[in-house]
């Protein structure tokens, strides 16, 4: 999938999450505003209540999406006998789209009631998608090929030095002294402490206002020597992907590092979670709660 349409593609997946949610709430708004001891005697609560045909539908159908979304991408990321079965990272889309939508089924199945054992796993469930987005934020910053594995070190100065000469061979008017000066204004400076709370603030602020400012800044620069702008933006475009390549090079082995980690908290939450929730289903399984069958 092209970069374009992957970037499309994702957008559209977070749209169909957002939009979902806003049509739930918008048909049971009054019932969900609701002071809890008065919400059985509003017309929407038979159907709305998490025993009700639309809140125990919502549970069920959130629940197996979240199963989905976990064993699909588990399986095609363990089983090498899937690994040419489409692209590693189109199949963690669908699984943040599955492991995202579901909880906020399921949280409208709870009716906004945290407590017992339904509250519990709906809170390690919380845990579970808070970490994965974390875990999706840190996932992207390593760099990936086309087909979603992870770059060397050799293989990323190979990029940057294929993206370098680009420049170099379209834009020869500007000089060695250019050059250098576009090189000081981009540059990343390396977190002093290499821990994993240093790493990602510096990543997030960079994202946030530090890459922005530092391109605006390279912009008026360039402006000064002439350049057309269509030349300007493709040169601008082209220190990006030469900056953000460099950015991966340099906390490479910090951010694959931070990703074990994370693995480590991120696997037991959701170990956590699918406990609570089967004593939660077998419970109410054996209280006889039924839905459509």
Not at 13 to 18: A, D, E, N, V
Not at 119 to 126: F, K, N, T, V
Not at 134 to 143: D, K, L
Request: hydrophobic residues 45%; positive net charge; contains cysteine.
């Amino acid at each position: 999938m092209k970069k374009w349409l992957h970037s499309h593609y994702l957008v559209l997946l977070l749209i169909i999450s957002f939009v979902s949610a806003v049509i739930i709430f918008a048909n049971g708004f009054f019932y969900y505003t609701s002071p809890i001891d008065k919400r059985p005697f509003q017309k929407e609560h038979e159907a709305l209540k998490p025993g009700g045909k639309v809140g125990h539908g919502l549970g069920i159908i959130g629940t197996s999406m979240i199963i989905i979304g976990v064993v699909s991408y588990s399986t095609r990321k363990r089983l090498k006998m899937l690994s040419t079965f489409g692209n590693i990272r189109d199949w963690l889309n669908i699984h943040i789209f599955l492991c995202l939508t579901g909880p906020i089924l399921i949280l409208f199945h709870t009716t906004f009631k945290f407590s017992g054992i339904a509250g519990a796993s709906l809170w390690s469930m919380l845990s579970v998608v808070l970490s994965g987005i974390t875990g999706r934020y840190i996932y992207a910053q390593i760099p990936k090929g086309i087909k979603g594995n992870e770059l060397t070190a050799i293989e990323l100065e190979e990029m940057r030095k294929e993206v370098q000469n680009e420049i170099i061979k379209e834009f020869k008017d500007l000089n060695e002294d250019v050059l250098n000066m576009i090189d000081k204004i981009i540059a990343f400076k390396k977190p002093e402490k290499e821990s994993v709370l240093s790493v990602l603030l510096s990543i997030f602020i960079d994202d946030l206002i530090g890459r922005r400012k530092k391109f605006t800044q390279l912009r008026k620069f360039l402006e000064r020597y002439g350049l057309k702008h269509k030349e300007l933006k493709h040169l601008i475009k082209l220190e990006e992907q030469r900056y953000l390549i460099m950015r991966k090079i340099i906390l490479l082995d910090t951010l694959r590092q931070i990703f074990k980690y994370w693995h480590v908290i991120h696997l037991p939450f959701t170990i956590i979670m699918f406990i609570l929730l089967a004593i939660h289903v077998f419970v109410t399984f054996i209280l006889g709660y039924r839905w459509i069958f």
